[in-house]
């Protein structure tokens, strides 16, 4: 009954033309975006945020939650047309999807994809819908104690999404850790760091830092690398929409098992599409039954990395929305957009802005819907943009990213904290460090320490208080949960790697 | 609407680099746009009170009035550019009591309380003290003895050194109470530690409470009182701390400042405009929107009240550690 009425309240707020304007604005930038290699949806909202500044909230939500859906999805197209993932969330896309490629299925492989993504998608929002209100209400009993158990276990789990070097997530996530000790002590109020330089009194802004990390390093890995010719792929063979549902719902338990495990990989603070794919892949093939042909042009192994990844939406705005910590990059970024409208992300959020949580809602069902439109008409066209030249694209994207660094806080200062973080990030791809966990570190550091100190503070030092409230005596069993399976098959594989790991 | 204020502020921003050339400042000041540096960002209460006051100023002065948000450390990073900012009266930045009075005060904060000319304090809002609903303290002088009575209790504001902070810390020395301080990033956010019961009160100025309220008077909060010198408009059920027995005054408030050394006749000009501004029943209206009380004062008793409030915030520091040598 109060349902039906914020969502007449959330539809009132989103039947603006210029609202649906730019979710179709979003959609297609993120599609842009995300087909780019080497350009993110995280990159896309990064340039974008700025315009946002002089619009509405919903407007601003249309736009960002537009280029969200969209550009989740699109890098699958480039993973599975050139093998190159256009996002890292798409990176185990490839594995089937490229190979079916080159089976000559490659439009059977990317409408699999868009339909797959659309089911995800729908099931986190529906999900969000579900849980966020009553977990906003939980949300209001937790207390420092908590918020550090949770950030503890998202930086456990950033160290989980660098798959192959645990120990390279990890460095990563701290370099972000130690960027984010820059700035006045959010405890006593001490300066830390600031080389005399009173502009860094408020620290290093996460915006700032994103866009050196992911679109300043892409540019400069972009304009040292020559261009590869794609391989000639052989005709493909047009697929009927009708085909891939009836894929999708043979495959239905495949489907919702991996849109569970992508909603509850994005409900975990820290992670984000790339490890909700790799998870349900891994999934998939632990469960593969006789005759699958995974890694060999298996629809499979496409449903399940899609379902997933796009599941994350939904499941990462739950703690954005109800606890104020970001599920993952994205939703870091979103904060930010929130905040420069006046809302604080947080337990009161959905209680004092509850037509703008449902216009979120919908702004994120009609984002799917586009995203499966603009995906399935336009994929032909999409393919195309990985040939814009290089020569062409980087001076655009630098140009856009310094304007969007000075205009964090109309302060010169940030563009060479963008330059910084810039180099910085060319460095860490160069030798193979992924850039993810940086951003993450410097979002969840400041939260760690304030409610470690916090909470200790307000239980005269007792270290105790961790085990003896059960929320968070659950999270911490639940991160050694995590740490057991990540870190078994690891030891399986090379034991000498081990030690490294156990101390890090 | 918002977008006529960003080509405005484009055009502005040019106009201010040809201006910047033009020989020095003429007798019939302003004679071109005006930036005010709000050191928050975008939507936050200091800004809304900037953008309201631009359209007010802009009418009375005669000129554009450009507002340039530079957020970071609660406001000390934009008066830090501040101060070092041409003097030549086209540049003012809002500042507050933590910005002006505790801040230069305290370690590596990029300015002292020489590096600005005060121009005129706009508004201000009472301090205030608030428990949960489900409370055991139900007056200032319940929670007051509780502390004398040897209970360790536990409370929060906005950020440490920030106004709320301060007031609290203030009042708790001068009654010789100890009381163990939590810290939280915002005001919203040392309300969700009063909501959760990980602190036993909470110390904001008087805006965070209305909004609290329903209309029906229930609330998860009781505010015990304001430190007001009567009651307070917006929250006429609650005592002022001297009713309750605990004498004291203090507010949070906003106010103008230039770069040390601008033109006396810009001062002159922008106070007044400031004064006019505030004594017209209309704007009243609008203040009553974010719950400010207008609070007038000139630059020299500005000044005055700062040094005041610094000397009341020396001793807090300097116990706590942050005071510079």
Known sequence: ??????????????????????????????????????????????????????????????????????GYFAGSIPAILLNTPGAPGSAATALDGYTLAMQGHGDRAIITAIVSSFVGGLFSLTLLALIAPSLARVALSFTSVEYFTFALVGIVCVAGISRGSMVKGLAA?????????????????????LFGQPNLMGGIPTTAALIGLFAVAQ???????????????????????????????RNKWLTLKSAAIGALIGILPGTGPSIASWVSYSD????????????????????????????????????????????????????????????????FFIPQNTELFYAILLL??????????????????????????????????????????????????????????????????????????????????????????????????????????PISLVTLMFMCLLLWAWLKPTKQKKGKATDAEMSG | MKYLDILKGAAVAAAVTVAGLAPALAQDYPTGPVTIVVPFG?????DQLARMFAPALEERLGQPIVIVNQPGAGGAVGLANLAVSRPDGYTF??????????????????????????VARMVSIPSGIAVAADSPYETLDDLV??????????????????????????????????????????????????????????????????????????????????????????????????????????????????????PQEAIDAMSAAVQETLEDPAFQDRLDQFYFNPAYLGPQEMAAAIEEEAAAFRPILEEAGLAAD
């Not at chain 2, 975008?42 to 200091?46: E, I, R, S, Y």
């Not at chain 2, 930045?93 to 005060?118: C, H, K, N, Q, W």
């Open chain 2, 93 to 118: 930045g809002v500042g507050s009591d933590s910005t002006l009075a505790a801040r230069p005060i305290m370690d590596s904060s990029g300015y002292t309380s020489e590096s600005f000319d005060t």
């Open chain 2, 145 to 262: 003895q509780a502390i004398r009575g040897g209970e360790n209790l536990t409370w929060s504001g906005s950020g440490i050194g920030s106004g709320p902070h301060l007031a609290m810390a203030v009042f708790l020395a001068q009654n010789d109470l100890e009381a163990t301080y939590v810290n939280s990033n915002s005001g919203q956010e040392a309300m969700v530690k009063l909501l959760s019961g990980e602190v036993d009160f909470f110390s904001g100025g008087g805006s965070n409470y209305p909004p609290m309220i329903g209309d029906d008077g229930s609330s998860d909060i009781r505010v015990l009182a304001l430190a007001a010198e009567e009651r307070w408009q917006y929250l006429p059920d609650v005592p002022t701390h001297t009713e309750e027995g605990y004498p004291y005054l203090r507010s949070q408030w906003f106010g103008l400042v230039a770069p040390a050394g601008i």
């Open chain 1, 1 to 70: 009954m109060d349902l039906i009425s914020h969502l007449a309240g959330g539809f009132a707020e989103i039947a603006d033309p210029l609202v649906l304007l730019f979710v179709l604005i979003g959609a297609i930038v993120g599609m842009v975006f995300g087909a780019a290699p080497g350009l993110t949806a995280t990159s896309a909202i990064v340039l974008f945020l700025p315009v946002t500044y002089a619009m509405g909230p919903t407007t601003s939500m249309a736009l960002l939650l537009g280029i969200y859906c969209s």
């Open chain 2, 42 to 46: 975008q939507g936050g209460a200091t």
């Open chain 1, 173 to 193: 996530a701290f370099i972000g850790i130690l960027a984010s000790t820059v700035g006045l002590d959010p405890v006593s109020g001490v300066g830390r760091f």
């Open chain 1, 219 to 249: 540019m400069l890995l972009l304009s040292t690398k020559r261009r590869d010719d794609a391989e000639v792929l052989p005709a493909q063979e047009t697929t009927p929409v009708s085909v891939v549902i009836g894929d999708l719902v």
């Open chain 1, 284 to 347: 998939a093939l632990r469960t593969a039954k006789p005759g699958d042909k995974y890694g060999k042009g298996e629809v499979k192994g496409v449903i399940a990395c899609e379902v997933s990844n796009n599941a994350v939406t939904g499941g990462a705005l739950v703690p954005l929305l109800t606890l104020g910590i970001p599920g993952d990059p994205v939703t870091a970024v979103l904060i930010g957009a929130l905040m420069i409208q006046g809302f604080e992300t947080g337990p």
């Open chain 1, 364 to 469: 994120l069902l009609v984002s799917n819907i586009l995203m499966l439109v603009i995906g399935i008409s336009g994929r032909k066209l999409a393919a195309k943009i990985l040939q814009i030249p290089h020569g062409i694209m980087v001076p655009c994207i630098l140009v856009v990213a310094g304007a969007g660094a000075f205009s964090i806080a109309s302060n010169p200062f940030y563009l060479k904290l963008v330059i910084i973080f810039g180099l910085l990030g060319y460095l860490m791809v160069r030798f193979k460090f992924p850039t993810a966990p940086a951003v993450l570190g410097i979002v969840l550091g400041p939260i760690l320490e304030q409610n470690l100190r916090n909470a200790l503070t307000a239980n005269q030092m007792d270290p105790t208080i961790f085990f003896t409230r």
